[in-house]
């Protein structure tokens, strides 16, 4: 067996893994002075909320970014506040070929968060319904008797 055949048998191998080095790098942040501000064109620059600081490490937040039309109402969660963004009421049975989009905003005003205990009951067969529930968050169970 010569050298090269060595060299060749262990390229065969593939890697499973990081190295120590390459793994360190990936888990620490590089902090430098933001540059973007001296290379973006000036309309930009009107439009961004630009915050000089020393340094720092930046995270890029996602678009918000919803599809009408998938038979499911999407709510926007901001810290501990949900809301319903407007046109996805067009996915309730009954608004949907409302148009209205102005009607929409204002019912989606005035749908107010409310949190419910474990167990508790949100409605039951037989009552008054004046209210509609939108679940942003957890699990309802339906309990009732069969056909």
């Known amino acids: 067996m010569s050298v090269g055949e060595e060299v060749r ?11 120590a080095a390459a793994a360190r790098n990936l888990a620490t942040t590089t902090k430098s ?4 501000q001296e290379i973006s064109s000036r309309w930009l620059l009107r439009m961004l909320p630009w915050v ?9 937040n996602r678009r918000l970014s919803y599809s009408v039309g998938d038979g499911r109402v999407t709510f926007v969660k901001t810290g501990d506040s949900v809301q319903v963004i407007p046109a996805e009421l067009g996915e309730l049975p009954v608004l949907r070929a409302y148009e209205d989009q102005e009607g929409l905003a204002e019912l989606a005003r005035r749908c107010r968060q409310r ?3 474990p167990g508790e ?4 067969f037989g009552s008054q319904a ?14 009732g008797t069969g056909p």
Do not use: C, W
């Not at 048998?9 to 190295?19: K, N, T, V």
């Not at 004046?130 to 309990?143: N, P, Q, S, T």
């Open 9 to 19: 048998g262990e390229q065969s191998r593939s890697q499973q893994s990081l190295g």
């Open 33 to 36: 002075a933001p540059q973007m």
């Open 52 to 60: 000089n600081v020393q340094g720092g490490t930046y995270r890029v």
């Open 115 to 117: 949190e419910f205990a």
């Open 121 to 124: 009951v949100l409605a039951s």
């Open 130 to 143: 004046d209210e509609v529930f939108l679940l942003a968050h957890g699990r309802i169970e339906k309990i």
